[in-house]
């Protein structure tokens, strides 16, 4: 079993910035990506940014683009969200997931093996 720990989230104004932390601890052998997904009011859960662990590659969904950067430290397996430039539609419930396998897409919350308890991102206007 692998547990997944957020931090960091908390209200802001909008043009504020925020970085969201992710632990994850227990079985963190294989790990294929890291990812963050959101989840406001009344609305379906949405890609948000995700990262491989191997690799370099990161992935973005295209309305944090420029704005949010994700980012890992291995040695801790940490994934870190920075969010630059927040918008009021930011405003989610933004959940932290673990991915142990290539196979499927890493945008498809459906792939993900592993999530935390989610943690709340408020922007006022």
């Known amino acids: 079993q692998v547990q997944l720990v957020e931090s960091g989230g908390g209200l802001v104004q909008a043009g504020d910035s925020l970085r969201l932390s992710c632990t994850a601890s227990?079985?963190?052998?294989?790990?294929?990506?890291m990812g963050w997904f959101r989840q406001a009011p009344g609305k379906e859960r949405e890609f948000v940014a995700a990262?491989?662990?191997?690799?370099?590659?990161?992935y973005y969904a295209d309305s944090v683009k420029g704005r949010f950067t994700i980012s890992r430290d291995n040695a801790k397996t940490t994934v870190f969200l920075q969010m630059n430039s927040l918008k009021p539609e930011d405003t989610a419930v933004y959940y932290c997931a673990l991915k142990r396998q290539i196979y499927g897409d890493i945008q498809r919350g459906n792939d993900f093996d592993y999530w935390g308890q989610g943690i709340q991102v408020t922007v006022s206007s």
């Open positions: 990262v491989s662990w191997g690799g370099v590659r990161t």
């Open positions: 227990g079985r963190t052998f294989s790990i294929y990506a």
